[in-house]
């Protein structure tokens, strides 16, 4: 154990190559299924944190239930779409990149939504009169609300960060831990940790709690900055 | 249809022809009553504001003049009575004032970037920034974040926000209340030259001292009430309501 922990140290300080390529792929998918649910959440948390329209109590509760789907099922209903008998099987993308990216998305979006509601509706309470006296467009209110909540979606969109790039069922199921095409953090842990390469995987733990770590840091940081710049009166 | 229910918001310009008046005044208040938490916070206003000048609005905490400058402005509606803008409903009406509240709400962002913010969602001309800091004395603090500024700079930033929509009718909720006697007087000119331009003004304050000299007329609100309504000359000489007789002097009304 000791004797594996130092090969996996050495490992992350001489910048393995095969380390260096499962995190980089990782950071990529987890980065982009990121920007994805946020390009999705932000605006349809907004628009249910702003909006009064038939049918918002059911996406609320959709939103809030979503927010704990179980990876590998998420995994699974992207597989049967992604498969070669599945609806999207013509487009080849199962155990690739972009399968993964997709799982993900669908993952974390209901999360970045139900967190920017909460966020948004929070603010717009604040705001409501004042939006009012200056008879603003819907657009213009949920435009300023996602501005001037910009810090808070932040950390929302680092808690989304976060679950992905932890996330293991999802990325097995439909990336299939391929070397060098579709291995990332978590799939080689549980691969190597079952084949006996304690070291790589001890690596690859060191790497994704250093970033645990270091999206909680930011999403510290957020917080204070926001408080500062006023957040709270 | 019972005339609880026909408030100012729903029912149609008394006129046809009126649909947008070319002016606001007169406004005209009649029973409106507003019950909130189950208190009557406003138990039948009865209020005609004629065109023009600067009407003070005062009363004791708690009397119901916030509350009344919101229906005013169409911020919330009344459970009965009517409001009306010159035959528009006050709902219809708010884009053409503007309302400083009592604590007034700025963006997280600039002090420049708030002022550019309602230019622009107004359509106004955004190269005013700059005059209307000037104007009220903050053009050195163009970059500070808003929510920075003293409480006695963001009254100061609420109000060039509301000159910035070009308002018909100003309505202000104590917007001198935590100023410096030298801010209160820029503040106070600010006020009597736009009234003077042709803004209608709508003032509220505790400062008898300033009331006096801004005031034309003056409303006295006493739980929910207008109890009294004269020109200052003979308000201040001859309160016409005990209530306002303690207030002036000084004792506590409740
Ligand atoms: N949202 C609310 N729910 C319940 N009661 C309210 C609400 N808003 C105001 N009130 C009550 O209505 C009454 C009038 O409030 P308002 O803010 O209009 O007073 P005011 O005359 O502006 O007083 P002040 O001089 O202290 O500003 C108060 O008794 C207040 O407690
Ligand atoms: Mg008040």
């Given at each position: 154990m000791g004797e594996a922990l130092a090969l996996a140290i050495s490992l992350v300080a001489s910048g393995d190559a095969d380390l260096a390529e499962i995190v980089a792929l990782s950071l990529r998918v987890s980065l982009s299924a990121t920007l994805l649910a946020a390009a999705i959440g932000l605006p349809l948390g907004a628009l249910v944190a702003v909006g009064r329209f038939p049918g918002r109590g059911a996406v609320l509760v959709a939103m809030n239930a979503l927010m704990g789907l179980p990876p590998v099922v998420v995994g699974l209903v992207v597989y049967l779409h992604l498969s070669r008998a599945g609806p999207l099987g013509f487009l080849g993308l199962l155990y690739t990149p972009w399968a993964m990216i997709l799982a993900q998305t669908i993952l974390i979006a209901p999360i970045v939504a139900a967190l920017a509601r909460q966020v948004i509706e929070d603010l717009h309470a604040e705001y409501r009169d004042q939006f009012r006296s200056l008879c603003l467009s819907r657009g213009q209110v949920i435009g300023a609300l996602l501005w001037d909540a910009r810090l808070s979606l932040m950390t929302v969109g680092l808690a989304g960060f976060g679950r992905a790039v932890a996330e293991?069922?999802?990325?097995?199921?439909?990336?299939?831990?391929?070397?060098?095409?579709?291995?990332?953090?978590?799939?080689?842990?549980?691969?190597?940790?079952?084949?006996?390469?304690?070291?790589?995987?001890l690596a690859l733990g060191i790497v994704l709690l250093v970033i645990a770590l270091g999206v909680n840091a930011a999403v510290q940081t957020l917080h204070t900055r926001a408080a500062r710049s006023g957040a709270h009166v | 249809m019972s005339d609880v229910a026909t408030s100012?918001?729903?029912?149609?310009?008394?006129?046809?022809?009126?649909?947008?008046?070319?002016?606001?005044?007169?406004?005209?208040?009649?029973?409106?009553?507003?019950?909130?938490?189950?208190?009557?916070?406003?138990?039948?206003?009865?209020?005609?504001?004629?065109?023009?000048?600067?009407?003070?609005?005062?009363?004791?905490?708690?009397?119901?003049?916030?509350?009344l400058l919101?229906?005013?402005?169409?911020?919330?509606?009344?459970?009965?009575?009517?409001?009306?803008?010159?035959?528009?409903?006050?709902?219809?009406a708010t884009a053409r004032?503007?309302?400083?509240?009592?604590?007034?709400?700025?963006?997280?962002?600039?002090?420049?970037?708030?002022?550019?913010?309602?230019?622009?969602?107004?359509?106004?001309?955004?190269?005013?920034?700059?005059?209307?800091?000037?104007?009220?004395?903050?053009?050195?603090?163009?970059?500070?974040?808003?929510?920075?500024?003293?409480?006695?700079?963001?009254?100061?930033?609420?109000?060039a926000r509301a000159l910035a929509t070009d308002p018909e009718v100003l309505l202000l909720d104590e917007p001198t209340a935590s100023l410096d006697p030298g801010a209160t007087q820029a503040i106070e000119r600010i006020v009597a030259r736009a009234a003077a331009a042709g803004t209608r003004v709508i003032f509220v304050t505790h400062d008898v001292g300033q009331a006096r000299r801004l005031a034309e007329d003056v409303v006295f609100l006493h739980r929910g009430r207008v109890v009294d309504h004269a020109p200052a000359?003979?308000?201040f000489d001859a309160p016409g309501d005990p209530a306002a007789r303690a207030y002036l002097d000084g004792r506590l009304v409740v």
């Open positions: 293991v069922g999802a990325v097995m199921i439909v990336g299939g831990n391929i070397d060098h095409l579709t291995r990332v953090m978590t799939t080689a842990i549980a691969l190597e940790t079952s084949r006996g390469d304690l070291p790589l995987a | 100012a918001f729903t029912r149609r310009p008394r006129a046809e022809a009126q649909e947008a008046p070319a002016t606001l005044l007169p406004f005209r208040a009649e029973g409106v009553a507003l019950t909130l938490g189950g208190a009557r916070v406003l138990d039948g206003v009865d209020l005609t504001l004629a065109p023009g000048g600067c009407t003070v609005l005062m009363g004791p905490n708690g009397a119901g003049k916030s509350l919101k229906l005013m402005h169409g911020l919330t509606a009344p459970d009965a009575g009517t409001l009306s803008w010159n035959g528009l409903g006050a709902q219809a004032q503007a309302l400083v509240f009592q604590r007034p709400v700025l963006l997280r962002r600039s002090v420049k970037a708030n002022l550019d913010f309602v230019l622009k969602a107004r359509g106004g001309d955004r190269g005013r920034v700059a005059e209307l800091l000037e104007h009220v004395g903050l053009a050195d603090r163009a970059r500070t974040p808003a929510r920075r500024l003293s409480g006695g700079e963001q009254q100061r930033l609420a109000l000359a003979r308000f």
